[in-house]
């Protein structure tokens, strides 16, 4: 376990944390004007490698040798050229921190800190963090990681949990939530929509299903995985055989076959590891999912048609309803397919290169 004390006094800021993976969804902004929850769950942080935040320098004034250096190959709005390194926990975890009331920059809704650490160490006044809750924005409490210090505290971090554990326990994320608009004088209001979880995580891996193609269609999974993926994939990439053959794989199915092309992987939610195959399918390009959106495309959730009566007989997960579906077609996050395939050196082949510039074009016709 950890805490994160004050870089100045060494005041401690946090409650004990563990480490996990950072979110696909960290710097998701979905929306507008909607209310997303924590980003975090109570007790974790996750650790951002990458710059984030002001200040920003637009890209016509990052020479092409740097951007590379950056892991960047295409052209991007702007980059961040802050430190890298950030810590993100949840707001309930913070400790002996006090608002910075010039800096509570944001829209209508709360605070989004844009105009840099808007929280302030209680003793000494050393800003220490940005608190993020404004509408569209997962709510979250980044530290900022030249400002704090990390110290062990207790017992070393507990053994990650093993594939077939993470399998036993069966967090899965589902694809469709309400999601809740701001209240009006009749009440709270929500609307079903597909989870914006899903739309970040398949917005990354659709970067890395464009990069694995060679320039060549790409066929995915029938079911959810089509559903999310295959519309996105024709529109993006030439028609006409040979089609690369993307699967799903991991723990608990079955062995890879040697045609496999492209494997949809999940990555350990508490170290970020991504899962490799052993035997044929180890040559395959492995494309990483979340492992809760993995899970629920690997081993989908039934529902009955029709509410079961008397007991419940075996087999039945659930005797309600399925869950309302939206009304529109899937569409993965523009941001998070863009940041992803901008840092891939694919994208500088001549069947990628042209995307990033026309992003906002896919976005009119419903793909993002």
Same mark, same amino acid.
């Given at each position: 376990?950890? %805490?994160?004390?004050?870089?100045?006094?060494?005041?401690?800021?946090?409650?004990?944390?563990?480490?996990?993976?950072?979110?696909?969804?960290?710097?998701?902004?979905?929306?507008?004007?909607?209310?997303? #929850?924590?980003?975090?769950?109570? /007790?974790?942080?996750?650790?951002?490698?990458?710059?984030?935040?002001?200040?920003?320098?637009?890209?016509?004034?990052?020479?092409?040798?740097?951007?590379?250096?950056?892991?960047?190959?295409? @052209? %991007?709005?702007?980059?961040?050229?802050?430190?890298?390194?950030?810590?993100?926990?949840?707001?309930?975890?913070?400790?002996?921190?006090?608002?910075?009331?010039?800096?509570?920059?944001?829209?209508?809704?709360?605070?989004?800190?844009?105009?840099?650490?808007?929280?302030?160490?209680?003793?000494?006044?050393?800003?220490?963090?940005?608190?993020?809750?404004?509408?569209?924005?997962?709510?979250?409490?980044?530290?900022?990681?030249?400002?704090?210090?990390?110290?062990? %505290?207790?017992?070393?971090? $507990?053994?990650?949990?093993?594939?077939? *554990?993470?399998?036993?326990?069966?967090?899965?994320?589902?694809?469709?939530? #309400?999601?809740? +608009?701001?209240?009006?004088?009749?009440?709270?209001?929500?609307?079903? $929509?597909?989870? &914006?979880?899903?739309?970040?995580?398949?917005?990354?891996?659709?970067?890395?299903?464009?990069?694995?193609?060679?320039?060549?269609?790409?066929?995915? &999974?029938?079911?959810?995985?089509? *559903?999310?993926?295959?519309?996105?994939?024709?529109?993006?990439? #030439?028609? /006409?055989?040979?089609?690369?053959?993307?699967?799903?794989?991991?723990?608990?199915? @079955?062995?890879?076959?040697?045609?496999?092309?492209?494997?949809?992987?999940? +990555?350990?939610?508490?170290?970020?590891?991504?899962?490799?195959?052993?035997?044929?399918?180890?040559?395959?390009?492995? %494309?990483?999912?979340?492992?809760?959106?993995?899970?629920?495309?690997?081993?989908?959730?039934?529902?009955?048609?029709?509410?079961?009566?008397?007991?419940?007989?075996?087999?039945?997960?659930?005797?309600?309803? &399925?869950? &309302?579906?939206?009304?529109?077609?899937?569409?993965?996050?523009?941001?998070?397919?863009?940041?992803?395939?901008?840092?891939?050196?694919?994208?500088?082949? #001549?069947?990628?290169?042209?995307?990033?510039?026309?992003?906002?074009?896919?976005?009119?016709?419903?793909?993002?």
């Amino acid at each position: 376990m950890f %805490v994160f004390v004050c870089g100045g006094c060494g005041r401690e800021l946090t409650a004990p944390l563990s480490r996990v993976a950072l979110p696909a969804h960290a710097h998701q902004k979905y929306g507008n004007g909607l209310q997303l #929850p924590v980003l975090m769950e109570s /007790g974790t942080f996750a650790e951002d490698p990458e710059p984030w935040g002001p200040p920003w320098r637009r890209w016509e004034e990052i020479q092409p040798d740097e951007a590379v250096a950056r892991g960047i190959y295409a @052209p %991007v709005h702007a980059l961040s050229d802050g430190a890298p390194g950030s810590i993100v926990i949840t707001p309930g975890d913070a400790r002996g921190t006090v608002l910075i009331p010039e800096r509570a920059s944001g829209y209508c809704c709360g605070l989004d800190g844009a105009d840099g650490p808007n929280m302030a160490c209680e003793r000494c006044d050393l800003p220490v963090a940005s608190r993020i809750d404004d509408c569209s924005l997962w709510q979250a409490v980044w530290l900022a990681p030249d400002a704090v210090r990390r110290l062990t %505290v207790g017992d070393a971090d $507990s053994v990650p949990l093993t594939w077939t *554990e993470l399998l036993e326990e069966g967090k899965s994320t589902p694809p469709f939530e #309400p999601i809740a +608009t701001w209240g009006s004088r009749l009440g709270p209001n929500h609307f079903w $929509s597909w989870s &914006p979880q899903w739309e970040a995580a398949v917005g990354r891996a659709l970067a890395h299903l464009l990069a694995a193609s060679r320039g060549q269609p790409v066929t995915v &999974p029938d079911g959810l995985s089509m *559903e999310v993926f295959q519309r996105a994939l024709d529109a993006l990439l #030439p028609a /006409g055989p040979p089609a690369r053959r993307a699967v799903l794989a991991g723990p608990g199915q @079955p062995t890879v076959d040697g045609d496999a092309d492209i494997l949809l992987v999940p +990555t350990h939610p508490q170290t970020g590891q991504i899962w490799t195959p052993a035997g044929p399918g180890t040559s395959a390009y492995r %494309v990483p999912l979340p492992f809760g959106v993995w899970l629920w495309l690997a081993f989908p959730k039934p529902h009955l048609p029709f509410p079961a009566s008397g007991g419940m007989p075996d087999g039945v997960l659930r005797d309600d309803p &399925p869950a &309302p579906r939206p009304r529109y077609l899937f569409r993965a996050d523009p941001d998070a397919f863009q940041h992803t395939l901008v840092r891939l050196p694919a994208v500088r082949s #001549p069947w990628l290169r042209w995307i990033p510039g026309n992003l906002t074009q896919h976005m009119r016709a419903g793909l993002f």
